[in-house]
């Protein structure tokens, strides 16, 4: 399961890009020593709030000592108040602390959702660690917290990033075996990578695998559509 494979994977494997280091100490947000007891006196948002502001600063050291205060206080929070501080921690290229968190929610008697997995998959995808996030998004399934569209359109545009648009194409035709629609969001991240990385030829099938479903174009699509007649020198159908 997603718990026990979080142990598995070699700490090193996600400290992505630069290491972040300690900077000023806690005084500069909540104050010199008894930080401790003002902790116990402030609202979760305004907990919540001071740990993301650490984050942003990359005070990594009090970061994390405001989350050992915080579970050595036993102070309640909801999945969506640790939804936060998981997205702060990955913001921050810090995935293993974030998936160590994930592992002990059941301890505190919830349950990961939808909005916790897609914050994974997003950043193991911004890492370009595409079969984690499909382990994720698979590990979703089995535990009955299936993905929606906004989960498999931030591991589309990853893919489409890193000009993976094979493997692109395949994730949008999964999603539709497993009964969830990809939309025009999904599909104008395909379009538009396809000719910024000149697989013009592809463009053609997409629309009409778009038309076909139904779906939507937009703003954006049509103003990639524009992009990819000019530059085929279709000028007369732009």
Do not use: W
Request: proline share 2%.
């Amino acid at each position: 399961g997603l718990l026990s494979y979080a142990m598995r994977i070699n700490a090193q494997n996600f400290i992505v890009g630069r290491r972040c280091a300690s900077s000023s100490n806690l005084t500069n947000t909540m104050g010199s020593n008894g930080h401790t007891m003002m902790l116990e006196k402030q609202s979760v948002p305004r907990i919540i709030e001071n740990f993301e502001n650490l984050c942003r600063s990359r005070d990594i050291h009090s970061a994390m000592r405001l989350l050992d205060d915080i579970n050595s206080k036993q102070i309640k929070l909801d999945v969506v108040a640790y939804n936060t501080i998981i997205k702060s921690l990955c913001n921050i290229d810090k995935l293993k602390e974030a998936m160590k968190i994930i592992e002990h929610l059941p301890k505190k008697g919830l349950r990961p959702d939808v909005v916790t997995f897609t914050i994974l998959v997003d950043c193991l995808s911004r890492a370009n660690r595409f079969t984690e996030a499909q382990n994720v998004i698979n590990e979703m399934f089995e535990q009955g917290t299936p993905p929606d569209v906004v989960t498999y359109t931030i591991l589309i545009k990853y893919l489409c990033k890193s000009n993976k648009l094979a493997e692109a194409k395949q994730t949008i035709q999964a999603m539709a075996k497993r009964g969830i629609q990809a939309n025009a969001v999904s599909y104008n991240y395909l379009i538009h990578y396809l000719c910024k990385f000149n697989q013009h030829g592809q463009v053609k099938s997409v629309i009409e695998d778009m038309t076909k479903k139904g779906i939507q174009a937009d703003v954006a699509t049509y103003t990639n559509l524009i992009n990819f007649l000019c530059n085929d020198h279709k000028f007369d159908e732009a």
